[in-house]
């Protein structure tokens, strides 16, 4: 049988040249029960190498791990309320930002048609505040009154100055 | 989204190899086992899928097993006995205690290698791991990883040819 491809193979695996599947064709080969002597005593090399990939950890590792990981978070992550909701937060924000937009327009038109309210002038739309005539009269002779006292007021204050000017 | 059972779980054996070849301490690489699946679990949110959960939970198994070293002088014991495995049936059993002899000198002289050799020989030529998953791994570039390689399997191949000369 001819070595040449496997004694290839080695020279570049010894160089860090050879592929994974190059690597793992020369350990497949090494299983095989006869070997030329000059093959032979790399067998342990190649063996180890396939063996050493059958190490495991003991059963009751497992149980020993889960035990310390919360199990609740392993399998219910995905069912809570929260992540089932999900999809519809979008459309919860879009609502949110709609309603909040038309209650700033509806504030503000009421605002306006409040100060539109206060600015009429015209006086075909005033209406009457007083029902009784007597307390009516009497509430426009005492504004009138007061109208009149600071007008008096400030004659004096006028004529006082003049007076001064003139001495 | 990650799954402990599904992604996690399963990369136990791995490893627990390689913490084993770091610490060559098998109680020790089961603890690191345990508390590499615990920390990967707890930052799982940071991973984008199964894949990234394996070299991370490597990287993380590698900077345990360092620490391990660093706080603790390495004995540089034999790997257990236990991980063996029988010889062929078919062979004598002198044939198979030479093979038992060789598997485990064999075994020691990679546990002999420099921590960064035995890690590169452990992930390539057990794991069969590509170079450029031993590069993110180990956090160097893969022509590091090829050169770190090449030295490793050079000194093997150095022993080999003293024992073709002088024998065991």
Redesign the interface.
């Given at each position: 049988m001819d070595y040449k491809y496997i004694e290839q193979l080695l020279e570049r695996y010894w160089e860090a040249q050879t592929t994974v599947e190059e690597e793992c064709l020369l350990r497949d080969f090494f299983k095989q029960e006869h070997l030329p002597s000059h093959l032979e005593r790399l067998r342990p090399l190649f063996h180890y190498e396939s063996t050493a990939q059958e190490m495991c950890l003991g059963d009751d590792f497992d149980a020993k791990v889960l035990s310390q990981i919360d199990e609740r978070s392993v399998t219910v992550r995905y069912n809570t309320i929260g992540y089932r909701l999900r999809p519809f937060y979008k459309a919860a924000a879009a609502v949110a930002i709609i309603f909040t937009l038309g209650m700033a327009a509806q504030h503000t038109f009421e605002q306006n048609s409040q100060a539109e309210a206060e600015q009429n002038y015209n006086y075909a739309n005033y209406k009457d505040t007083y029902t009784d005539p007597q307390v009516a009269y009497e509430q426009v002779s005492s504004a009138l009154e007061t109208i009149s006292g600071g007008l008096r007021a400030s004659g004096m204050g006028l004529q006082n100055d003049t007076t001064l000017i003139k001495k | 989204?990650i799954?402990?059972?599904a992604d996690v779980?399963p990369l136990?054996?791995r490893l627990?190899?390689l913490a084993?070849r770091i610490t060559l301490h098998t109680g020790e690489a089961?603890d690191i086992?345990?508390e590499t699946?615990?920390k990967v679990?707890a930052h799982r949110a940071e991973l984008s899928g199964p894949q990234s959960a394996e070299a991370y939970s490597m990287t993380v198994c590698r900077n345990m097993a360092l620490d391990y070293l660093a706080r603790k002088e390495s004995r540089h014991a034999a790997?257990?006995d236990a991980?063996?495995?029988q010889a062929?049936n078919?062979?004598s059993p002198f044939q198979q205690m030479a093979?038992q002899d060789?598997?485990m000198?064999?075994?020691r002289l990679?546990d002999q290698l420099p921590e960064k050799q035995r890690t590169v020989m452990q992930l390539?030529?057990?794991?069969?791991?590509?170079y450029k998953e031993i590069a993110a791994i180990l956090g160097i570039t893969e022509d590091q990883v090829?050169v770190t390689?090449?030295r490793a399997?050079?000194r093997?191949?150095e022993q080999?040819e003293k024992?073709?000369r002088y024998g065991l």
């Open positions: - | 989204m799954n402990f059972k779980l136990k054996n627990y190899r084993l089961e086992v345990q699946m615990i679990w790997l257990d991980a063996h495995e062929d078919a062979a093979r060789g598997l000198w064999v075994g990679f390539r030529d057990i794991e069969g791991k590509p090829k390689l090449f399997r050079q093997i191949k080999f024992i073709s």
